[in-house]
């Protein structure tokens, strides 16, 4: 079946350095992507939506200089947490649209901790 | 490894008909449960979660889940089904480790197909 992979599933950054997730549709062409983040007790929220070749549109809320979303191919798109702080440590997914159609894969998700 | 399994790829249902769809997850300790939807061409969006209190749970738009612990499952549930439920249904489980939770996993999604 199709996959999503999250790179890297943990990561633990100082404050004010930057990170990098990426999700790769590994077997599939992903035209649209989707990065939601989750708190502890919460459920999901959407922060992005990231298409092939054109800038993600974010979500009310959500600091687009802050969390840089790249969607350069079919494959990946990255997310980009600048400059972070201790408050943007938390859970990252995110989840591919199969070109074509409307089947949804999620990646593994992405533990952010921040020190 | 904790999953989670979600039995029916794809209902097909008349309008008015009754829907339940299951969830079953592996896992042994305290979760966090829930249901999403994704509409075509939207995002997730949340119809109902579990983290304590009163097994059955009511969410929006007239659904609710029922968690049954000693069955690892939280199916959701809806007396009447309408067109407009068309979607994709997604349940996922967080493992909660009472301060912190583990990753959330997501079924592979049950898509619905409502007939009107």
């Known amino acids: 079946g199709a996959v999503v992979s999250q790179h890297p599933s943990w990561v633990i950054c100082k404050s004010g350095t930057s990170v990098k997730i990426e999700c790769r549709s590994l077997?599939?062409?992903?035209?649209?992507m989707f990065w939601y983040r989750q708190f502890p007790k919460q459920s999901l929220m959407l922060m992005a939506t990231s298409n092939e070749g054109s800038k993600a549109t974010y979500e009310q809320g959500v600091e687009k200089d802050k969390f840089l979303i790249n969607h350069a191919s079919l494959t990946l798109s990255t997310l980009t947490v600048t400059s972070a702080h201790p408050e943007d440590s938390s859970f990252y997914i995110c989840?591919?649209?199969?070109?074509?159609?409307?089947?949804?894969?999620f990646g593994e998700g992405s533990w952010l901790t921040v020190v | 490894a904790q999953s989670v399994s979600q039995h029916n790829h794809h209902v097909i249902l008349s309008e008015a008909a009754s829907l339940e769809l299951g969830c079953n997850y592996s896992?042994?300790?305290?979760?966090?449960l829930f249901w999403y939807v994704q509409y075509p061409g939207q995002h997730l969006q949340l119809l109902l979660k579990y983290f304590s209190g009163d097994p059955l749970v009511k969410g929006i738009k007239g659904f609710e889940a029922e968690f049954i612990k000693s069955k690892f499952s939280f199916n959701l549930r809806k007396p009447s089904v309408q067109w407009s439920d068309t979607a994709e249904y997604f349940c996922a489980v967080n493992g909660d480790y009472g301060g912190s939770q583990g990753n959330l996993i997501f079924g592979k999604g049950t898509k619905l197909s409502v007939k009107p």
């Open positions: 989840s591919a649209r199969k070109s074509g159609g409307n089947t949804i894969y």
């Open positions: 896992y042994g300790g305290t979760v966090n």
């Open positions: 077997d599939f062409q992903a035209t649209t």
